[in-house]
């Protein structure tokens, strides 16, 4: 799965380069046997967060993108959409990505991170749980966050040395330790063809059993 999602990764316009950042010598043997770059990390981190900060000091880059090992059918235009706010706004330190939620299972399902934003399109909140909550049908879609962002390497710094905050902590989101220490994280609609296959995460049993369902279903098994 990490040899595809680096793969995918490559593809992407922006990137100058990929590297990843693994605290796992089994990882790291799979990334040499594919020809890939990594770098190891310390095995101690809460979150990718910190993670990729410290593989930031191994890395010169004024603007990093974290990508999760765990999307396996990640569309390259995806980084492309989520990097490209902070080279047209200086002011913007991060950014993510986001799609309707399409399955009603989803709607309840903890593992389905959903995010409301503002009318400016920052992040308001992520949760596992449903929300905005439909109390009144007002013809609001719920969307579902996309795990990949997008930081300015100062900024990913400022918050890796922060401590987690009690919501990050209790959602176990570490997205919201950038919120509750009142700083914004500006989220973008993917526009990218078929987004519930490309933003999809395997991170339990029935995920992957679903990957290899969506597999199937679109002839690429």
């Known amino acids: 799965m990490i040899q595809r999602v680096y ?15 693994t605290d796992d010598e089994r990882i790291a043997r799979v990334v040499e046997a594919f020809g890939g770059t990594y770098v190891m990390t310390s095995p101690d981190h809460p979150s990718g967060t910190d993670r990729l900060a410290e593989a930031l000091d191994q890395i010169d880059a004024a603007i990093v993108v974290n990508i999760q090992g765990d999307q396996p059918f990640l569309d390259p235009m995806m980084i492309e959409e989520a990097v490209q706010p902070l080279l047209d706004d200086p002011g913007l330190n991060m950014s993510t990505l986001m799609h309707p939620i399409a399955r009603e299972e989803d709607l309840i399902d903890p593992a389905v991170v959903k995010v409301v934003t503002n009318l400016k399109g920052d992040a308001l909140y992520f949760s596992r749980s449903l929300i905005p909550y439909p109390r009144q049908d007002a013809g609001q879609r719920v969307y579902e966050h996309v795990g990949l962002y997008v930081y300015r390497a100062e900024f990913l710094r400022r918050i890796a040395a922060l401590p987690p905050t009690p919501l990050e902590l209790t959602e176990s989101l570490e997205q919201l330790r950038v919120l509750e220490h009142g700083y914004s994280i500006r989220v ?29 279903e679109r002839g690429m098994e």
């Open 188 to 216: 973008i609609e993917t526009k990218v063809h078929d987004n519930a296959f490309s933003g999809f995460s395997v991170d339990t049993e029935q995920d992957l059993m679903r990957a290899e369902e969506m597999l199937i």
């Open 7 to 21: 793969e995918r990764a490559k593809l992407a316009r922006h990137l100058a380069q990929v590297t990843i950042a």
